[in-house]
């Protein structure tokens, strides 16, 4: 301690800082480079520990948020003695950041109630704005999307990360695919003659979405969810099963095959099925309707 005295006294007489708060900023930049290494040591074994990817994520995430604060509690418990001098033109810095920095203020709280009350969570896909992606960040003032493509392009991912404010989750309706349960409705829309044997083709559609190996289970697992989701919301389905609703569009008939699928599945699963419509209608099992 005499030698760390002389280095302050040194320091003091060479800038003309008063030793104690040279000997407060030394003590607070040890605290900070301590948890510091604290925090690497703590990650390096999480890396040894059998985690998949998302724990990992998730230990780094938590254990960088423990750390932070215990580093704030130990410089606020250094400094709290000299704090009360400095109150007044806290007040006046404080404001002045308030003013400068509301929108990352208003962010950092906006992350505090993503979190809270769990708009989304990290892999939920979701639509907020015009923008629509998977959660692969979630930040304490923005999160990060794994942007997918629309319902045109199959909702596939674009390969871009988009990085968004959190705050745009008061100024936009946000989406969640998966927050109640992990499926959503699809729809194929099948056009077919106007003379063309509906019964028939109804059918033989039937057997085509029944035969799929992905569709075909997730019924069941539906049911359940909804039972588990309706705790919480006043959710409920007459049928999960698919179905096929006929309606007459001018000078042909056009069939919409429904059913439940996992959003991060639908393109393949519609990939899947429309092969299998189009090798029916090969073999002359069905009729599709042509546009003259």
Request: one cysteine or more.
């Amino acid at each position: 301690m005499d030698f760390l005295k002389k280095i302050c006294d040194s320091i003091e007489a060479a800038t003309t800082i008063n030793s104690n708060y040279v000997y407060l900023i030394i003590i607070s930049i040890v605290i900070i480079l301590v948890m510091k290494l604290i925090k690497n040591i703590t990650l390096k074994l999480s890396f040894k520990k059998e985690l998949n990817s998302k724990e990992k994520y998730m230990y780094k995430k938590n254990g960088s948020a423990i750390i932070t604060v215990i580093t704030f509690v130990l410089l606020f418990i250094v400094w709290t003695d000299y704090l009360k001098s400095f109150i007044t033109v806290i007040t006046f810095i404080s404001t002045a950041i308030t003013l400068s920095l509301k929108d990352i203020i208003f962010n950092f709280f906006s992350g505090i109630y993503i979190r809270t009350s769990k708009i989304f969570s990290l892999e939920d896909r979701i639509e907020v704005g015009d923008l629509r992606g998977d959660v692969v960040n979630i930040n304490k003032t923005s999160f990060d999307l794994l942007e997918i493509g629309d319902r045109v392009n199959g909702e596939q991912s674009t390969g871009r990360i988009v990085h968004v404010p959190n705050s745009i989750v008061f100024t936009h309706p946000v989406k969640n695919y998966v927050k109640a349960f992990k499926y959503i409705w699809d729809e194929i829309k099948i056009s077919i003659p106007l003379d063309a044997d509906v019964y028939k083709t109804k059918k033989e559609l039937y057997k085509i979405i029944k035969k799929n190996s992905i569709v075909r289970n997730i019924p069941n697992k539906m049911e359940s969810e909804v039972k588990d989701a309706s705790a919480d919301y006043r959710i409920y389905f007459n049928n999960l099963e698919p179905i096929i609703y006929v309606e007459v569009v001018d000078s042909h008939i056009e069939l919409y095959l429904r059913f439940l699928v996992h959003p991060k599945k639908k393109r393949n699963v519609e990939n899947s099925i429309w092969l299998d419509i189009i090798k029916a209608y090969k073999e002359g099992i069905i009729e599709l309707y042509k546009k003259e």
